[in-house]
RNA sequence: GCGGAAGUGGCGGAAUUGGCAGACGCGCACGCUUGAGGGGCGUGUGGUUAUCCGUGCGGGUUCAAGUCCCGCCUUCCGCACCA
């Protein structure tokens, strides 16, 4: 980019509105930001977590989107061909609230708020490829999410079925189980209800054990990422043991981890939903009392049903089983603490070795019988107040006595194999991802249904099914394609006979699982995006957002990243190779939030100090990953930064403009002079480690600020040499240009240059210029700082030793007394030992 | 209960491999500049000062510990009857 003719009058003082405004336009029209595919450079693909449009910039998206263009803008300078992109996961509940509560179309609410908060990230200064901008509720984009929808299908990894699902009344809709937190909806925390629906689900399963082994695949992700992930997937071993019913004969399956424990079952428990309970009690004496039982957990809320502290409650169902490792019979129960939808709702009671089995078997007089030996001391049962959890010795066991626990885990499961009455199993706690909802603003399911033909994939040519906009909300929060017949009636892809479509639309986690791929390819109207394009892309190189997304969508994104590699969609199997999750952003160290009354406006900040303050602020005031603490004060100490660069350039302007000679020689430098020079070679080191090896950009900016105070210093100076000082300045603005992109430019231009400073390398540091001939090194005596030494740079140790000795405070401090050691650490210090 | 992160001046934070604790910034004090205020430029700023003491607490290893080991405390976050 070139810089236009116009001689531009710089201002004594820095106009941040007039600069960045100017800046802002220039690059737009310019498209400085713009990348293709087609670069000699190496791919760096830099990417923020895309917003929900709310209308309204917060200060989290301040944060994270100043640290992902300091990464851009970076990597650009060190020489990549960079891809960051933005756009907007548009579609999702606010918008229909919004259309409801003040009747305003959930599109016109959604794509005023795009235009807004554009306006917004536009006054940043963030250095986007805008043209590849991506809006999930375009019918160009949602296409293909439907499209991605079909494939899933044809794979067998989308499917329908009914099942017990969580319900929430004042959202309307079924969520999947990762949005329901301690039993209540995510979003409004409304307790759920469970209800027996038809819903659609991708096999997220399919992939449990991959998405857990490729963990160890992402050393650049968070540990704490991962370990959420990875008990979010919910990994065990352990057995399945069929259990028979002793009148008829029917298997009854429960898993198990301690299959060791199995002598020692006294009872079987199965979860109120398990079909076997109505056949097991129907026409008998226990039907009603049970039936009253299961209605009663039943109406429990789910919050209530699944904490640890509400109270183990059971019924016996008049029923026995046979436990197919002694032919014992055992009664069978129906309980409250047994979960239908993990392992196979039933479970074998052990309460010698089991702490809930414990209580239950105390509370109800169930029988206790111990199976595991502690190694180290006998058990007294008789004064055991709780389950002996650990592994142990088995006792009790008939042919299995005397193995231990890992042993019998193993044997028990081989006999059983065997006998063909169990088998070893692997269980996983994660679930099928439930993405349909019973709500207007998503994706339509592109799936319609004929009484004739069944359930059909709408043909790939009649993609996208457009979601109608001139729909009517009713206050109840149904759905208005339900009472939309052009929507509604439709026909068979099949027969030609009448059908009608699927009214739900998908999760909007099923639309941001996938934009990662489209912005390597947004404009493409023939394929969701073209492969080379993805493969030369991905992986992301870095992505960055909130610790909030640990599970959900970075969870589904891998999942739909390796399904996709499976359709032979793209080479990627993991979408993000590099993870980088910000804290939050607090004020009087709390989240900032409406009902606490502590937000601080981005607009108002940007508004009085300038977008650039903003963001070297945030960027400042703590490292990225952790929380940072909003400070007034703080933000006019980055605002009188800014000025104070200014001002020095300024000051030397019109010299520059004048002398444009170049830095050669080292020759002839005067102590001030060199000692520029270094700082200025230290402060590129310092500021390009920290950005290439640690993003510690509060360190990087402070290591820059260094670097300013010492060109104050400089000033001072009588004597000053012209063609370093041009250097030293150009350098601080090349630096500073990740961080404050107007002001660098606006200074760049001023001292004479006419390509964008964007565009320029990142400096390399002189190795050389780093050297000095006397360093300071410390001298201890026993571990004491006492004294500085300055010595020469290529000291040797003896000399160092000597040195130290010599020194008044050890002579003094050794009077009457040994040295017992003297430890040199070369450049460092000198320890001398005094007994 | 389980898992993770953190705890350093008046405040935000630094200390990268065990080697000068407190970089940088805020605040505060003082000086210079200015008609004044603001702003700017500069100096000082952990606590005590004879010296010592100091990184949540108590031990330990080491010539040397904010950093390593053992045992606790507090705060925040995540998960939580998963058999």
Redesign the pocket.
């Known amino acids: 980019m070139y810089f236009s003719e116009e001689e531009d009058t710089v201002q004594e003082k820095y106009n941040f509105k007039e600069v960045e405004k100017k800046w802002q336009d220039r690059w737009e029209k310019e498209e400085l930001y713009r990348v293709e595919e087609d670069s000699p450079e190496e791919k760096y693909y830099c990417l923020e977590m895309f917003p929900y449009p709310s209308g309204k910039l917060h200060m989290g998206h301040v944060r994270n989107y100043s640290i992902g263009d300091v990464v851009a803008r970076f990597k650009t300078m060190r020489g990549y061909n960079v891809l960051h992109p933005m756009g907007w996961d548009s579609f999702g509940l606010p918008a229909e609230n919004a259309a409801i509560q003040n009747h305003i179309p959930p599109a016109k609410w959604t794509m005023d708020n795009i235009k807004s908060m554009k306006e917004q990230l536009k006054a940043m200064g963030l250095s986007y490829d805008w043209s590849r901008e991506v809006t999930t509720s375009l019918p160009d984009y949602y296409k293909w999410t439907q499209w991605l929808f079909l494939q899933f299908y044809k794979h067998g990894l989308a499917y329908k079925k009914k099942g017990y699902v969580n319900w929430c009344s004042d959202c309307n809709t079924v969520l999947a189980?990762?949005q329901?937190?301690?039993?209540a909806c995510?979003r409004c925390d409304t307790p759920v209800d469970k209800k027996a629906l038809e819903q659609w689900y991708f096999r997220i399963t399919d992939y449990a054990q991959e998405l857990l082994d490729s963990l160890a695949d992402l050393p650049g992700w968070?540990?704490?990422v991962k370990?959420?992930q990875e008990?979010?997937i919910?990994r065990?071993?352990?057995?399945e043991i069929y259990f028979t019913v002793e009148k008829t004969g029917e298997k009854i399956p429960?898993?198990?981890?301690?299959?060791d424990?199995v002598f020692g079952v006294t009872y079987v428990?199965l979860?109120p939903e398990h079909p076997l309970v109505k056949k097991l009690i129907a026409g008998t004496n226990y039907e009603q009392s049970v039936q009253d039982f299961v209605k009663k957990v039943q109406q429990m809320t789910e919050i209530?049903?699944?904490?640890?502290?509400?109270?183990?409650?059971g019924i016996f169902t008049g029923a026995y089983a046979i436990n197919p490792i002694n032919q014992e019979k055992v009664p069978i129960w129906v309980?409250?603490?047994?979960?239908?939808?993990?392992?196979?709702?039933?479970?074998?009671g052990?309460p010698a070795h089991?702490?809930?089995?414990f209580?239950?078997a105390r509370k109800y007089n169930l029988p206790i019988r111990f199976v595991i030996q502690p190694l180290e001391q006998k058990t007294n049962e008789a004064e055991m107040t709780e389950a002996y959890v650990e592994d142990g010795m088995m006792i009790n066991s008939g042919s299995f006595n005397g193995l231990t626990s890992a042993e019998g885990r193993r044997k028990v499961a081989e006999f059983l194999e065997e006998k063909g009455a169990g088998k070893f199993m692997v269980?996983?706690?994660l679930r099928d991802w439930l993405i349909s909802r019973q709500r207007y603003w998503g994706a339509p399911i592109p799936i319609v249904y004929c009484e004739q033909c069944g359930t059909l994939s709408v043909p790939e040519k009649d993609l996208p099914v457009i979601l109608p906009l001139d729909v009517e909300f009713r206050p109840t929060g149904e759905s208005p394609l339900n009472n939309y017949p052009e929507f509604l009636h439709t026909t068979c892809p099949q027969c030609g006979g009448a059908a009608t479509r699927e009214t739900d639309t998908m999760d909007t986690f099923v639309c941001s699982c996938w934009y990662f791929l489209r912005y390597t390819d947004s404009q493409n109207t023939e394929e969701a995006f073209r492969r080379e394009k993805a493969d030369y892309w991905m992986n992301v190189d870095q992505y960055i957002g909130g610790?909030?997304h640990?599970?959900m969508h970075l969870m589904y994104a891998r999942f739909f990243t390796k399904a996709l590699a499976d359709f032979g969609l793209l080479e990627a199997r993991e979408p993000f190779q590099n993870l980088l999750t910000q804290?939050?952003v607090l004020k009087d160290?709390l989240?900032m939030s409406k009902s606490k009354s502590n937000v601080v406006s981005p607009e108002e900040i940007i508004k009085k100090y300038g977008a650039e303050t903003a963001r070297l602020?945030i960027l400042?005031?703590?490292?990225p990953?952790?929380?940072?603490?909003w400070?007034?004060?703080?933000v006019?100490?980055?605002?009188?930064?800014i000025?104070?660069v200014w001002?020095?350039i300024y000051h030397y302007l019109q010299d520059l403009k004048q002398n444009k000679e170049k830095f050669v020689s080292t020759q002839d430098l005067s102590s001030a002079d060199q000692d520029l020079r270094r700082l200025m070679h230290s402060t590129i080191?310092?500021v390009t480690?920290?950005l290439e090896?640690?993003f510690?950009f509060?360190?990087a900016?402070?290591?820059?600020?260094?670097f300013?105070?010492g060109l104050?210093?400089y000033?001072?100076e009588e004597k000053q040499n012209a063609p370093l000082l041009r250097e030293a300045i150009e350098m601080l603005l090349t630096i500073l240009a990740p961080f404050t992109p107007h002001l660098s430019e606006e200074l760049w231009e001023a001292v004479g240059h006419q390509e964008s400073i964007h565009l320029q390398s990142w400096p390399e540091y002189d190795e050389e210029a780093l050297k000095t001939e006397e360093?300071?090194?410390?001298l201890?005596i026993?571990?004491?700082?006492r004294e500085?030494l300055i010595v020469p740079v290529e000291i040797s140790r003896e000399e160092i030793e000597k040195l130290a000795l010599n020194t008044e405070r050890v002579q003094k401090t050794a009077i009457g007394k040994e040295i017992?050691?003297v430890?040199v650490?070369p450049g460092?210090?000198v320890?001398v030992?005094i007994s």
């Not at 400070?631 to 703080?634: K, T």
């Not at 026993?782 to 700082?785: A, D, H, I, S």
């Open positions: 189980n990762e329901v937190v301690n039993g995510e968070p540990d704490k370990i959420m008990n979010w919910g065990s071993e352990g057995a429960v898993y198990t981890t301690r299959q424990t428990v979860a209530d049903r699944t904490s640890a502290e509400t109270e183990k409650e309980t409250n603490y047994v979960l239908y939808e993990y392992g196979t709702g039933a479970v074998m052990v089991d702490e809930r089995d209580m239950f269980n996983y706690r610790v909030e640990a599970i804290g939050m160290g989240k602020f400042f005031a703590a490292p990953e952790r929380d940072l603490e400070s007034d004060r703080g006019e100490g980055s605002y009188r930064f000025n104070r001002r020095l080191k310092r480690e920290d090896l640690r510690n509060n360190t900016i402070s290591a820059i600020m260094e300013v105070n104050y210093h000033r001072e360093i300071e090194i410390v201890q026993n571990g004491k700082v500085h017992k050691r430890i650490v460092k210090l320890n030992v």
